[in-house]
């Protein structure tokens, strides 16, 4: 079976630090792992996407994260939080090798104070 | 804008009545799913199909919900006989079928929200 954590719901970071989002995922098998953004009233986006190429993955908008399959996390990290980087981040996980269905994390909603 | 696009965005209805909803991916993508998104959740996966063939349904996908790609272009999403639990964002996504490694990347459309009073 497969299961995405996000371990925190909310984080608050001030414009110009740095962002961490946490996500530890479960899976019998090797997984594809995928964060995604949420802007209110828009779709899902793609940030990155990791498939065992290489474990630091980058993203757009200077996101970027590493898989650890010792710790079997996938953290999303920015050096400099930007206001328009407010939003809920997802992490994300393949249902099983190559298959189609994703598996959501419950979100993390980040603020960016000015 | 050539991504996914879904129609209506928005549709309030009550309840025991039929609702129907649609997607178009994009263009040359053969995969195409739906999912449903409650309120302070992710989404969760409810049906995919390939071309015209649906290939998996999610147990969440009770019988008075159908979903359909005759031509394996657009699809349509019916709940019928609508309960208040029903109220919720429907995402469509579409991909193309990967030729290498790892699962396809799924391209989201910005949902319908349904709300059913």
């Known amino acids: 079976a497969q299961s995405v954590t996000q371990l925190d719901s909310h984080v608050s970071v001030s414009e110009g630090t740095p962002v961490l989002l946490r996500c530890n995922y479960s899976?019998?098998?090797?997984?594809?792992l995928f964060w995604y953004v949420q802007h209110p009233n828009k779709g899902l986006q793609l940030l990155l996407k990791?498939?065992?190429?290489?474990?630091l993955v980058k993203g757009i908008n200077g996101f970027e994260a590493e898989f650890k399959k010792s710790e079997t996390s996938f953290h999303l990290t920015k050096p400099s939080a930007h206001m328009s980087d407010a939003a809920e981040y997802f992490c994300?996980?393949?249902?099983?090798?190559?298959?189609?269905?994703?598996?959501f994390g419950t979100g993390t909603r980040l603020t960016v104070i000015p | 804008d050539t991504g996914v696009s879904q129609d209506p965005r928005h549709k309030i209805t009550k309840r025991g009545q039929n609702v129907t909803f649609r997607c178009d991916p994009i263009?040359?993508?053969?995969?195409l799913y739906w999912y449903r998104q409650t309120l302070g959740q992710g989404p969760e996966f409810l049906t995919y199909?390939?071309?015209?063939?649906?290939?998996?349904k999610s147990r969440l996908l009770s019988d008075r919900f159908s979903a359909e790609r005759p031509k394996g272009s657009f699809s349509t999403l019916e709940i019928q006989r609508t309960e208040q639990g029903d109220s919720a964002m429907y995402l469509c996504?579409?991909?193309?079928?990967?030729?290498?490694?790892?699962?396809?990347?799924?391209?989201f459309g910005p949902g319908t929200r349904l709300t059913v009073l």
């Open positions: 994300v996980v393949s249902s099983q090798t190559g298959a189609n269905n994703l598996f």
């Open positions: 899976s019998s098998y090797s997984p594809s």
């Open positions: 263009s040359e993508h053969n995969r």
């Open positions: 996504a579409s991909s193309l079928l990967a030729g290498g490694q790892g699962t396809d990347t799924q391209y």
């Open positions: 990791y498939t065992s190429a290489a474990t």
């Open positions: 199909f390939q071309n015209e063939a649906q290939l998996e």
